[in-house]
T-cell receptor, first 112, second 111 residues
């Protein structure tokens, strides 16, 4: 089983719809992140959380919200999806003593 | 601001050595990472440098010069499976792994 699991793997949704992307981890890490990846732009940080009560905006948080339901769960919501939110979304985790982040397999989101 | 530059594409021959460069200009620095990403898959950690010098790990080595804002990833004895995108990322100060990524270098290994 994957250490960092994202659901769904693929999703097509319509403009204006609300959608939630979910991430869960079994690594026991306290820190979780959401990134999006677009061709030619690389990975960009949307939100990050250092523990259950800590939520922080990243580089491109407009149009997104997050919820840290538990140490192991971090969900990303698009309240009203728009086509330029079409991208590959990655969840990542790390702990305080580690230098590396572990990434989930990604969610490919298409907004039509 | 944050600016990380790396070449868009490189091609190399199986068995050869390739060097992928990365230059950065960031408002803070707390380490530089290299990740490998195969198409449609998650990035996987390759190496980490926070002090100047060379870090070697098997066929992969990474070098950092903080004064020059420069790093490179060296891949030796190239294999076809090394065809992937290589992402350079700088970690911001303040804890955690808030990473600013370059756009990645797509490496193609040919026979």
């Amino acid at each position: 089983d994957a250490d960092v699991t994202q659901t769904p793997r693929n999703r097509i949704t319509k403009t204006g719809k609300r959608i939630m992307l979910e991430c869960s981890q079994t690594k026991g890490h306290d820190r979780m992140y959401w990134y999006r990846q677009d061709p030619g732009l690389g990975l960009r940080l949307i939100y990050y959380s250092f523990d259950v009560k800590d939520i922080n905006k990243g580089e491109i948080s407009d149009g997104y919200s997050v919820s840290r339901q538990a140490q192991a769960k971090f969900s990303l919501s698009l309240e009203s999806a728009i086509p330029n939110q079409t991208a590959l979304y990655f969840c990542a985790t790390s702990d305080g003593g580690s230098d590396e982040a572990s990434f989930g397999s990604g969610t490919r989101l298409t907004v039509v | 601001g944050q600016n990380i530059d790396q070449p868009t594409e490189m091609t190399a021959t199986e068995g050869a050595i390739v060097q992928i460069n990365c230059t950065y200009q960031t408002s803070g620095f707390n380490g530089l990472f290299w990740y490998q990403q195969h198409a449609g898959e998650a990035p996987t950690f390759l190496s980490y440098n926070v002090l100047d010098g060379l870090e070697e790990k098997g066929r992969f080595s990474s070098f950092l010069s903080r004064s020059k804002g420069y790093s490179y990833l060296l891949l030796k004895e190239l294999q076809m499976k090394d065809s992937a995108s290589y992402l350079c990322a700088v970690r911001a100060p303040g804890g955690g792994n808030k990473l600013t990524f370059g756009t990645g270098t797509q490496l193609k290994v040919e026979l």
